[in-house]
């Protein structure tokens, strides 16, 4: 009975073991990866192109598919991992067990975050053998590339937990449409402080401006301390490390918010 | 081991959830240790919705409902007991290998002690030769065996079968019908839903008899039953056309099927009268069998009876 405590990270870890091998084990996903590495390699075409700036080329176009094959991929695992164990009742084996709903939830989410992080090391390794193969770079510039993969990996992780919320209560096409709305929004964000002080009316500023706090800020992973972020990767200009780690924590913050939503939709759910 | 107190369960349906169905009403229910408890009821009656409410995946509109002395929404309990749900699927892009040592992680179960268990359950359940296949690749009656397989991982004191038969050709169900009965010789408590009424003659110390949510009837399938011998069944062959006339006029009702004459005698009097007659005209007697309601019998006049009506109190 001592032990019981214990078990508690290893029951999550098998359940964010297995989230990871049902990822691995599904052919779509291989099929993202592998459009994600063509588009990469295509940039040393296009790189020849713009002559003297093929690294540049190659930085900007391979850290932009890592951007939105990543999304992609963020999309498609977060809004069907949950709603499948649902819909095809495997939930009810695991609730059966000495397993509490939240270690459910932070399992799978552990599971995808895995995930994503393997698929963002496969695609920044895709990048690094590009600029091997096209010649000009050294490690300075490999090490540029890190800064942006982590900040593109935070929104990635962002992105997952939005689909996650919405795949406790809803079907993966609305949650797909949800995530997706959310996250345009979030990217068009710092429009709602701008019309929250161009507003005459204050109760309809207060709404944008708490609107504003409350949606995810998409744009802070890509517009960082003012500066585009895979821009200024691909530009060699070294990322200010309070600014990566300022993101780092509304990243951390954020996701930590979203799973706590997902556990109380989903701790309060009948399974019918 | 098991208490169900007034359990009720409303489902909201309709367009606004606003319009409550009953699906389960007032149960009140106790399941002793080392019973094979059968839960019988035709579909609807509210057989799994019991079965989710005990295993926490619903929650009762009101009632309550304990497990080894402990509420049905302990975590920790669940470590004692053992769930097979209906019509399972597990995960189909593993191996029984793989899904048996992720439920047992999920027990705390750690190698290498879950190696062995793992093959010696796959071993158990016949599952051993293909422990390295992925169970896309499984017949129906081979989840069923695996499914078993892990509620049984943890050695449980309680295990829970939603119809563990349905859907399994007459092997299968040889198959799942040993298992229960040599979990019932380990000392285990074993509550199970069924439809398949000689299953349940065969296996249950005792059963409850669910209708449109309501309890009709519980307690050993004798009381159930009254298990009053109706009649006896003679069988003879061999039967001289003039003696089947003469017998006819002995009994209550006499068939032919075949060569053999079947006799329904309603007193022993009659019995012994047929019995003598017969061989002394040089019959051959086949066999006498006493005629008992049996479960499905019960079923028919209890369940069909009312099923349109009010429910039978």
Redesign the interface.
């Known amino acids: 009975m001592g032990?019981?405590g214990?078990?508690v990270p290893?029951?999550i870890?098998?359940?964010a073991?297995?989230t990871f091998?049902?990822n691995i084990?599904?052919k779509i996903l291989y099929n993202l990866i592998l459009f994600a590495l063509i588009m990469i390699l295509s940039s040393i075409a296009l790189g020849q192109l713009t002559l003297g700036l093929e690294s540049k080329m190659i930085i900007d176009l391979g850290l932009t598919s890592v951007s939105v094959f990543g999304t992609l991929i963020a999309i498609f695992i977060g809004i069907s991992l949950v709603y499948k164990e649902m819909e095809?009742?495997?939930v009810?084996?695991?609730?059966?067990?000495?397993?509490?709903r939240w270690e459910f939830i932070v399992g799978k989410y552990l599971g995808l975050l895995f995930t994503l992080l393997v698929n963002v090391v496969i695609m920044t390794f895709g990048i690094v053998l590009t600029l091997l193969y096209q010649g000009s770079s050294g490690p300075a510039t490999f090490v540029r590339l890190l800064p942006a993969a982590w900040v593109i990996y935070l929104s990635l992780a962002l992105t997952t937990a939005l689909a996650l919320v919405f795949s406790t209560f809803s079907t993966p096409a609305l949650s797909a449409l949800f995530t997706l709305f959310l996250w345009i929004i979030g990217h068009f964000n710092a429009d709602l402080l701008q019309f929250a002080t161009l507003t005459q009316s204050a109760t309809v500023g207060w709404v944008a401006k708490t609107l504003y706090y409350a949606l995810p800020n998409f744009s802070n992973f890509t517009i960082l301390d003012s500066r585009n972020i895979i821009q200024s990767a691909a530009h060699a200009q070294p990322m200010d490390a309070s600014a990566i780690l300022w993101i780092t924590a509304y990243g951390l913050v954020y996701c930590g918010g979203l799973v706590t939503v997902a556990i109380v939709v989903f701790s309060r759910r009948?399974?019918? | 081991m098991i208490e169900i107190r007034n359990l009720t369960k409303d489902?909201r349906v309709g367009f606004w959830k606003n319009r409550p169905v009953r699906a389960l009403d007032d149960l009140s229910l106790d399941v002793h240790k080392g019973d094979v408890f059968g839960f019988l009821g035709p579909n609807g009656a509210g057989k799994t919705t019991t079965l989710?409410l005990l295993?926490?995946?619903?929650?009762a509109t009101s009632g309550s409902a304990h497990i080894l002395g402990e509420p049905v929404e302990s975590?920790?309990m669940?470590?004692r007991?053992g769930?097979l749900?209906e019509n399972?699927?597990?995960?189909d892009?593993?191996t029984p290998e793989?899904l048996l040592t992720?439920?047992g992680?999920?027990?705390?179960i750690?190698q290498p002690a879950l190696g062995k268990k793992v093959r010696s359950l796959l071993e158990r359940v016949g599952l051993a030769e293909v422990g390295r296949l992925q169970l896309r690749k499984f017949s129906k009656g081979m989840v069923q065996r695996i499914g078993i397989a892990?509620a049984i991982i943890n050695d449980p004191e309680v295990v829970?079968l939603d119809e563990p038969m349905s859907g399994l050709d007459p092997l299968g169900r040889r198959e799942v019908r040993e298992v229960i009965v040599s979990l019932k010789e380990q000392g285990v408590t074993v509550f199970f839903s069924s439809h398949i009424l000689p299953d349940v003659e065969v296996l249950c110390d005792r059963v409850a008899i669910l209708r449109k949510g309501r309890l009709q009837a519980v307690g050993a399938l004798e009381e159930i039953l009254s298990m009053k011998i109706e009649a006896h069944e003679i069988i003879l062959t061999r039967v001289k056309p003039q003696d089947a006339n003469q017998l006819k006029s002995m009994c209550d009702a006499l068939t032919v099927i075949g060569d053999r004459l079947h006799l329904r005698a309603s007193s022993s009097k009659q019995v012994q009268a047929v019995l003598a007659y017969a061989l002394a005209n040089d019959a051959e007697l086949i066999s006498v069998n006493p005629v008992r309601p049996s479960l499905e019998d019960y079923f028919l006049r209890e369940v069909g009876s009312g099923r349109d009506g009010a429910p039978r109190q």
Do not use: C, W
């Open positions: 032990r019981r214990s078990d290893m029951r870890l098998a359940i073991r297995n091998r049902e084990r599904d095809k009742r495997t009810y084996v695991l609730l059966a067990k000495p397993v509490h009948d399974f019918k | 489902f989710k295993m926490g995946l619903l929650r975590v920790s669940r470590r007991i769930f749900p399972p699927y597990f995960y892009y593993l793989e992720y439920i992680r999920l027990f705390g750690r892990q829970f």
